[in-house]
C-alpha cells in the first residue's frame, strides 16, 4: 500500500502568504511615500515663511536705518528738547507707511512692513530726546507679528442649551 502523507504546507497555503507579504509592503510603501511628500511639502513652507519673515525683517531694520538718519539731521538741526519734538512729526508727515504718535508720551513712530499675505510685521519707536550725541534717539517698543486674517467663529451656536447647561460644564 502505497499512502501519500497530506500534512503540511500546501502550494496555495504559502502564495497566498507570498501575496499577504507583498500586499503589506506595497501598502507601507506607499504610507512611507505620503509620509515624506507631506513633510516635503511642510518644509518647504516652513523655508518660505521663513525666507518671507526675514526678508520683512531686513526692510524694517532699513526703515529703522532711514529713520535714525533723519532723526539725527533733525537733533542736529534743533537746539532744544521741544523743538525737537515739534519737528519729529514733521519729517514723515509725507509718508503715508510711517505713523506719527503725537499724543503719546513719548512720541511713537509705528510702521508696518508686510510679510506674505497674511502677515505684517508691525513696529513701533519711542522717540527720545538725546542729551548726548552718542545717546539713543529712540527705543523699540514692539517688533512683532500681526495677523490681518480674521478669525470668524461659529457666533450662531449659543453658548449654552435649552436647559440652561453649558456645553463645557463637566458637572
Same mark, same amino acid.
Given at each position: 500500500?502505497? *499512502?501519500?502523507? @497530506?500534512?503540511?504546507?500546501?502550494?496555495?497555503?504559502?502564495?497566498i502568504l507570498v501575496?499577504?507579504?507583498?500586499?503589506?509592503?506595497? !501598502?507601507?510603501?506607499?504610507?512611507?511615500?505620503?509620509?515624506?511628500?507631506?513633510? $516635503?511639502?511642510?518644509?518647504?513652507?516652513?523655508?518660505?515663511?521663513? @525666507?518671507?519673515? $526675514?526678508?520683512?525683517?531686513?526692510?524694517?531694520?532699513?526703515?529703522?536705518?532711514? #529713520?535714525?538718519?533723519?532723526?539725527? *539731521?533733525?537733533?542736529?538741526? !534743533?537746539?532744544? *528738547?521741544?523743538?525737537?519734538?515739534?519737528?519729529?512729526? *514733521?519729517?514723515?508727515?509725507?509718508?503715508?507707511? =510711517?505713523?506719527?504718535?503725537?499724543?503719546?508720551?513719548?512720541?511713537? =513712530?509705528? $510702521?508696518?512692513?508686510?510679510?506674505?499675505? @497674511?502677515?505684517?510685521?508691525?513696529?513701533?519707536?519711542?522717540?527720545? $530726546?538725546?542729551?548726548?550725541?552718542?545717546?539713543?534717539?529712540?527705543?523699540?517698543?514692539?517688533?512683532?507679528?500681526?495677523?490681518?486674517? =480674521?478669525?470668524?467663529? =461659529?457666533?450662531?451656536?449659543?453658548?449654552?442649551?435649552?436647559?440652561? #447647561?453649558?456645553?463645557?460644564?463637566?458637572?
Open positions: 500500500m502505497n *499512502k501519500k502523507a @497530506t500534512g503540511g504546507i500546501n502550494v496555495g497555503t504559502s502564495s501575496t499577504f507579504v507583498l500586499l503589506c509592503l506595497v !501598502t507601507f510603501a506607499a504610507l512611507s511615500f505620503l509620509s515624506a511628500n507631506s513633510d $516635503y511639502r511642510l518644509s518647504k513652507q516652513t523655508a518660505q515663511r521663513t @525666507t518671507d519673515y $526675514y526678508e520683512a525683517n531686513r526692510v524694517a531694520e532699513l526703515y529703522m536705518a532711514n #529713520i535714525e538718519g533723519l532723526l539725527s *539731521k533733525c537733533r542736529q538741526r !534743533t537746539d532744544s *528738547k521741544a523743538g525737537y519734538f515739534e519737528e519729529v512729526p *514733521k519729517l514723515f508727515s509725507d509718508n503715508e507707511t =510711517i505713523t506719527v504718535n503725537e499724543g503719546s508720551d513719548p512720541v511713537t =513712530i509705528s $510702521y508696518d512692513v508686510p510679510v506674505n499675505d @497674511t502677515q505684517n510685521l508691525h513696529v513701533c519707536l519711542a522717540v527720545s $530726546y538725546p542729551e548726548q550725541n552718542d545717546d539713543a534717539l529712540f527705543h523699540i517698543v514692539s517688533w512683532r507679528t500681526q495677523n490681518l486674517d =480674521i478669525w470668524d467663529g =461659529i457666533d450662531e451656536a449659543p453658548l449654552v442649551d435649552e436647559e440652561g #447647561i453649558g456645553f463645557m460644564d463637566f458637572e
